[in-house]
């Protein structure tokens, strides 16, 4: 027989062939040709050779192919189990595959083989031994199923749960009306079909699902009830439908025959038992917030910082009701600025009592008590396990503000890392808690407070522009008492009755000489300081008049600790003994000569390090608004500085 001959007999035996044969070029990654039964099992309907590279049938098991083939090149034959073939619709299949080299050339003639089909075979080979031996027929064996269904037939049409039968190779042998509506599927594309392969084929995360670990397929090969409340079966849809099955055997003859499978469709139970999930950790987030808020309201309580007025009728204070009743009403970041003690927090709890967001918490942060470490987790919250110490979840102060309002207080002292973080949130309105990649959305009002100068900072490269500008939204200034001198009877009255009820003390008053003491002092230590007087002399006096008249000898009086007094001006050795003859005046003009001196040693320069407020130890704020009181303009003592 001569070459010609055999290749059309070859030809002819591949047609003929149940086996699935394909010729391979794997150097030019083509599938050349097919059989009948190839292009069948891989679904071709195409014209060979295929355009697409013959690698992209090959899933995961590229790696096995490319040792395969070049075992079959070399060997000229080759063999394996263990590769994984994609039909044109992307199915994938286990094979077996025989590889035969074509003569000389670099072609492969492949047998591939269904290996979950021909496992089935074997099983239903061996099946069929036992069933010789055992004297029981293929026949005996559908009249069983047949006899199951007609004397069930009542409970099979009644029942809410979907049932089916399985001979012993896996094919359907009834079906009943609760499985088809479960599932989709008719009873005539179901009967005699594999139910494996139609919808128990693929794990609910997708993952490939062989039959061999199916413990439906277990229980007419171990004779063992499988029970299974975690699984899902596949809608002719293409919907994954959450399922329990139990999977009982039949034995016939004492022979295992086959199984019948009873499922029951547990959606609904699973949106339930999410539903409670979810209400659950809502609870458990609700209560953990509220007791949190509670905590910040008893601190708020202890430290009475919730007044209930600003007080003043001075054209800067008009002004400032002015602004918060503007502002009030909106969503806009606010920034207050003002020396320390000037009550920038109560304007904040003005804002928000007069927003729509009244009825939500005023969180406060106070930028400066916050160790750096623990800034982010302080404003945005961290998991259990984000960091050592991090024992529990924990909500971050943003979380808390949801609906109300943030107020930062001493927002210069962020750190510079955090401030881009910070930035976000402001922008976006989404945060991530530390350790955690869920990202949580919040609906935050932010007021923010400083007693620097925020642009000096930015100038230093210490505070982020972005940032800055926005907070900065709606700027109001916190003037400080020596501007508003003509508010201090009403606020020394005002604090006078708080200090009398506090200290249990009634009927102490002010004489009006005193009360022209207090509006001749400059207030270093703003309202804050004032209080603190009051209640100071509240408690020491024993006549039931308040005395001043210290304030205006020398060094003016510490506010108990929590504001930082000017130093004295410098005294010659013959003016020492008569410092506390000095009037308001010659202080004013000491101070004034002073504060010159030291700007002409800075060269005309604030703030930073070197500046005049340095030399002088005060704020740069505080030395701003001396400036502006004299008419002091730093650009004249930076004209006099040397080129």
């Known amino acids: 027989m001569g070459k010609q001959e055999r290749t059309h007999t070859a030809a002819l035996m591949g047609d003929f062939s149940p086996l699935a044969m394909i010729v391979i070029d794997p150097f030019a990654d083509q599938l050349l040709d097919a059989n009948p039964a190839a292009c069948e099992m891989l679904n071709i309907d195409q014209t060979l050779p295929l355009a697409a590279p013959f690698s992209h049938r090959l899933s995961a098991s590229l790696p096995l192919w490319v040792s395969f083939t070049d075992e079959a090149l070399t060997q000229k034959s080759a063999w394996s189990d263990d590769l994984v073939m994609l039909d044109m619709l992307r199915q994938p299949y286990r094979v077996e595959v025989y590889a035969q080299r074509i003569d000389d050339s670099s072609q492969l003639l ?135 099955y139990t999977s009982t055997p039949i034995f016939e003859m004492g022979r295992l025959v086959g199984a019948v499978v009873l499922f029951r469709d547990i959606r609904e139970r699973k949106r339930a038992e999410q539903q409670l999930r979810d209400a659950l950790a809502e609870v458990g987030s609700l209560k953990q917030r509220l007791e949190l808020e509670n905590e910040y309201l008893q601190e708020e309580i202890k430290a009475e910082l919730n007044h209930r007025d600003i007080v003043g009728d001075s054209p800067a204070v008009a002004k400032l009701i002015q602004q918060i009743e503007l502002v009030a009403p909106t969503s806009a970041n606010v920034l207050i600025s003002g020396e320390s003690g000037t009550g920038k927090e109560l304007i904040a709890r003005a804002i928000h009592a007069g927003s729509t967001r009244s009825d939500r918490p005023l969180i406060r942060v106070n930028c400066a008590a916050i160790p750096r470490d623990l800034f982010e987790s302080e404003f945005f919250g961290h998991v259990k396990g984000a960091f050592t110490g991090a024992v529990q979840d924990r909500t971050g102060r943003f979380e808390l503000a949801h609906g109300g309002t943030l107020f930062l207080d001493e927002v210069g002292e962020i750190p510079l890392e955090l401030q881009s973080k910070l930035l976000r949130v402001l ?217």
Request: glycine share 8%.
């Open 427 to 643: 922008q976006d309105q989404q945060f991530e808690r530390v350790g955690d990649n869920r990202t949580r959305e919040v609906d935050v009002r932010v007021i923010a407070a400083t007693n620097r100068e925020l642009r000096d900072m930015i100038d230093l490269g210490h505070f982020r522009e972005d940032l800055y500008f926005r907070l900065n939204v709606f700027p109001i200034d916190s003037v400080p008492l020596r501007k508003r001198i003509e508010d201090v009877p009403l606020l020394a009255r005002h604090f006078l009755q708080r200090a009398c009820l506090k200290f249990n003390k009634p009927g102490v008053r002010i004489p009006p000489a005193q009360l022209e003491i207090l509006q001749r002092y400059p207030w270093p230590g703003n309202i804050r300081e004032l209080e603190n007087i009051i209640e100071r002399q509240v408690i020491v006096t024993q006549d039931r008049r308040l005395m001043f008249d210290d304030l205006l000898l020398g060094e003016p009086p510490r506010s108990m600790g929590v504001t930082k007094s000017m130093p004295p001006p410098p005294q010659s050795c013959e003016n020492q003994s008569r410092a506390t003859l000095l009037t308001e005046q010659a202080l004013s003009q000491r101070q004034r000569a002073s504060t010159i001196a030291a700007l002409e040693q800075a060269r005309g320069k604030v703030s930073g390090a070197g500046g005049a407020a340095e030399l002088l130890g005060i704020k740069p704020t505080t030395l701003a608004s001396r400036l502006n009181k004299w008419g002091i303009d730093t650009r004249d003592f930076r004209k006099r500085a040397p080129h």
């Open 110 to 244: 492949l047998t591939v083989i269904d290996r979950n089909k021909a496992e089935q075979r074997r099983a239903k080979a061996e099946l069929g031994r036992q069933h010789r031996q055992g004297e029981v027929g293929w026949q005996r064996v559908e009249q069983v199923f047949e006899r199951i269904e007609k004397q069930n037939q009542l409970i099979l049409g009644a029942a809410g749960e979907g049932i089916y039968g399985l001979d012993a190779e896996g094919k359907t042998t009834f079906v009943n009306p609760a499985a088809e509506r479960i599932l989709g599927w008719s009873t005539e594309d179901m009967v005699g079909h594999d139910a494996h392969l139609m919808f128990h084929h693929t794990h609910a995360d997708g993952s490939h699902f062989p039959v061999q670990q199916c413990p439906i397929h277990a229980s007419f090969s171990d004779g063992q009830v499988h029970h299974v409340d975690n699984e899902v079966f596949w809608h002719k849809n293409g919907e994954a439908i959450p399922v329990e």
